[in-house]
Antibody, heavy 114, light 112 residues
Framework: QLLESGGGLVQPGGSLRLSCAAS????????MTWVRQAPGKGLEWVSS????????YYTDSVKGRFTISRDNSMNTLYLQMNSLRAEDTAIYYC?????????WGQGTTVTVSS | DVVLTQSPLSLPVTLGQPASISCRSS???????????LNWFQQRPGQSPRRLIY???NRDSGVPDRFSGSGSGTDFTLKISRVEAEDVGVYYC?????????FGQGTKVEIK
């Protein structure tokens, strides 16, 4: 199971940190991913991280602004989002895996607006 | 970036009739381990996405056998043999081979 939290309303230029608590599987054995969905739009891959947290990947639009990380002792995945823009408004899903993404959380909503 | 083009984008279907969704990739999707990481997801209204099919044709546990995936190279298909009311939603293909990971635009399945 994956349970996201940390979403909310933030002004443009602001920051938020999303968390994803994992349970029911060996967290360190799995790479993890964040996928987002803007209102009324399709799915967009945002970022992924290896099981040991060493290797990270980002979509171009968030490079330099977002940081993915994980705490394997706490079975938790994070997404630190800085310099937020209106176009970052979306539901953010935590997903297990990077090749065949088999488990999805229920999502947490981020709204960037003044 | 790998572009996944789905068609059709809207698919009205009569209950009990078959449905087919195409997903064409701008590049081959074979990974270095020999696997082709083309996956299909279903998103019912108001719900999170759910994986239906992984690596072209492997159906997830609990997914009805009326769903099937096929294809190779750059052309892939999701088929529903007999559409039921619970199949209403948006279907996405997604490739997990190349960075960045990409999704198709989504195909909205509705009942006529």
């Amino acid at each position: 199971q994956l349970l996201e939290s940390g979403g909310g309303l933030v002004q443009p230029g602001g920051s938020l940190r999303l968390s994803c608590a994992a349970s029911g599987f060996t967290f360190t054995s799995f790479a993890m991913t964040w996928v987002r969905q803007a209102p009324g739009k399709g799915l967009e891959w945002v970022s992924s991280i290896s099981g040991d947290g060493v290797i990270t990947y980002y979509t171009d639009s968030v490079k330099g602004r977002f940081t993915i990380s994980r705490d394997n002792s706490m079975n938790t995945l994070y997404l630190q989002m800085n310099s937020l823009r209106a176009e970052d408004t979306a539901i953010y899903y935590c997903v297990r895996g990077i090749f065949i993404m088999d488990v999805w959380g229920q999502g947490t909503t981020v709204t960037v607006s003044s | 970036d790998v572009v996944l083009t789905q068609s059709p984008l809207s698919l009205p279907v009569t209950l009990g009739q078959p449905a087919s969704i195409s997903c064409r990739s701008s590049q081959g999707l074979v990974y270095s381990d020999g696997n082709t990481n083309l996956n299909w997801f279903q998103q019912r209204p108001g719900q999170s996405p759910r994986r239906l099919i992984y690596r072209i044709s492997n159906r997830d546990s609990g997914v009805p056998d009326r769903f099937s995936g096929s294809g190779s190279g750059t052309d892939f298909t999701l088929k529903i043999s007999r559409v039921e009311a619970e199949d209403v939603g948006v279907y996405y293909c997604m490739q997990g081979t190349h960075w960045p990971r990409t999704f198709g635009q989504g195909t909205k399945v509705e009942i006529k």
